[in-house]
């Protein structure tokens, strides 16, 4: 599966959040829920257009999608250093393929800072020094070596050899990989590096239970750097999402109208973490289910099917296909179909985000 690692210095809020993450999942009877390891949890990803097609279809059941988040405690100052378990961890943040970044925005002088005042962007910073510097350590070792056979001579070799020493230079500066400029060429070789300031990010205010317009200035300090980064932020408060995600559906529903509220935050969360990873979903409506898939953005209609299972994708024929838009709108497939609004596409179709699809193909 997709997963997001989810970071941040100690007393954030990660532990907070990351379980109200998992006991909401948990209180879904329909999915069989469960948790890999205590730190890893795979959460339901919650999608209204899944109810619109229940409506239609009357499935025996309704299966959302699912991403994993996983909780990376124990990152702190001097972690690319060996302190405090650095390394351990550092590892940790290698194996997701998205981060989660929890910054605190809430002061209470209950709850210690590691710095001992609460002050977003120095926390960021913190955080943010500790990765570059780790993948500087990667990055060094790599460009050491290339730079010995560059001495051959070898053009391609010397090319490789100046990527590496920019990539270098962007870290000793601080600067995050993913923002580095990279031609198709350099692309695979950063991929090989698999650093951890190449991996998208996310930022999450923690912000005071009063707090949850995210007026504070604190929050404001954190948006803006996200946005110089092009990165976005989700206004969360952990304590009160620990708090609803203890209620069942309807309980919830009302004490989210009660705040004025469209949805809570950790689903605003996971929706955004979803789409950090780069997924989209498509649908299957059947009468014995009504059910989400999860693929990445591009994906073609055989790799597509071969979420489903592997014999879908060898045996690939053909696809019938209609978007989610049309399937409500004609009330359901046999309407689309008079309609003239299902297509059958072949091998080369780039799923759409919400094709309700049914494949055809060969046993
Ligand atoms: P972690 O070390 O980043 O995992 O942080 P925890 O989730 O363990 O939280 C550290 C402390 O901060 C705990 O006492 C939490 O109850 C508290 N905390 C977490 N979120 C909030 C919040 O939104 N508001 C307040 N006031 N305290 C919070």
């Given at each position: 599966?997709?997963?997001?690692g989810?970071?941040g210095?100690?007393?954030v809020g ?9 006991s909401a999942?948990?209180?879904s009877a ?6 890999i390891?205590?730190?890893?949890g795979?959460v339901q990803?919650p999608?209204e257009?899944l ?7 009357h499935?025996?059941r ?8 996983v909780d990376?405690?124990?990152l702190?100052?001097g972690a690319?250093?060996?302190e405090?378990?650095g390394?351990q ?9 998205a981060?989660?970044?929890?910054v ?8 210690v800072?590691v ?7 120095r926390?960021?910073?913190i955080?943010q020094?500790e990765l570059?510097l780790?993948?500087?350590d990667s990055v060094d070792k790599?460009?050491?070596?290339v730079?010995?056979q ?5 053009k ?10 920019r ?21 695979p070789?950063?991929?090989d590096?698999h ?15 009063d707090d949850l317009?995210g007026?504070?200035?604190f ?6 750097l996200?946005a110089?980064?092009?990165a976005?932020v989700v206004v ?6 620990a ?17 004025g509220l ?10 955004m973490g979803y ?7 498509y649908?299957?409506a059947g009468?014995?289910?009504v059910?989400a ?9 055989p790799?597509?099917?071969?979420v ?5 994708e060898?045996?690939?024929i ?6 989610y838009?049309?399937?409500?709108a ?5 309407g ?12 080369e179709?780039v ?5 309700v699809m049914h494949?055809r193909?060969?046993?």
């Open positions: 599966g997709f997963n997001c989810i970071v210095l100690p007393n990660k532990s907070t959040i990351f379980n109200a993450l998992t999942g948990a209180e329909n999915y069989p829920f469960c948790t390891d205590p730190n890893v795979i990803v999608d257009r109810d619109r097609l229940a409506e239609i279809v499935p025996e309704i299966l959302p999608t699912t991403i994993e988040f990376i405690a124990g702190v100052k690319s250093q060996g405090g378990l390394n961890f550092l590892g940790h943040i290698r194996s997701v393929d981060i989660v970044h929890v605190r925005c809430f002061d209470d002088e209950n709850v800072h710095s001992g005042s609460v002050d977003p962007l926390d960021i910073d955080i020094t570059a780790a993948d500087l790599k460009y050491q070596r730079e010995k560059a001495k051959s001579g070898d391609k070799i010397k090319q490789e050899c100046e990527f590496y020493g990539v270098k230079t962007a870290l000793e500066q601080g600067k995050p990989v993913r923002h580095l400029e990279v031609s198709d060429e350099e692309r070789l950063l991929r590096l650093l951890l300031t190449d991996k998208p990010v996310l930022y999450v205010a923690n912000v005071a239970e317009e007026a504070h200035p929050v404001a300090k954190v948006k803006e996200a110089s980064e092009g976005r969360i408060c952990g304590r009160i999402e708090e609803i995600a203890e209620l069942d559906g309807d309980e919830k529903k009302a004490f989210l109208a009660d705040m469209a949805e809570s935050g950790l689903d605003r969360l996971i929706r789409e950090l990873l780069g997924l989209i979903t649908f299957t009468k014995k289910e059910r898939w999860t693929i990445p953005l591009g994906t073609k209609a790799q597509a099917a071969g489903i299972h592997s014999d879908f060898k045996g690939f053909r696809a019938e296909v209609i978007a838009r049309d399937f409500i004609a009330g359901g497939e046999a689309a179909k008079e309609k003239g609004l299902m297509r059958l596409e072949g091998k179709y799923v759409q985000d919400g094709d494949f193909f060969n046993v």
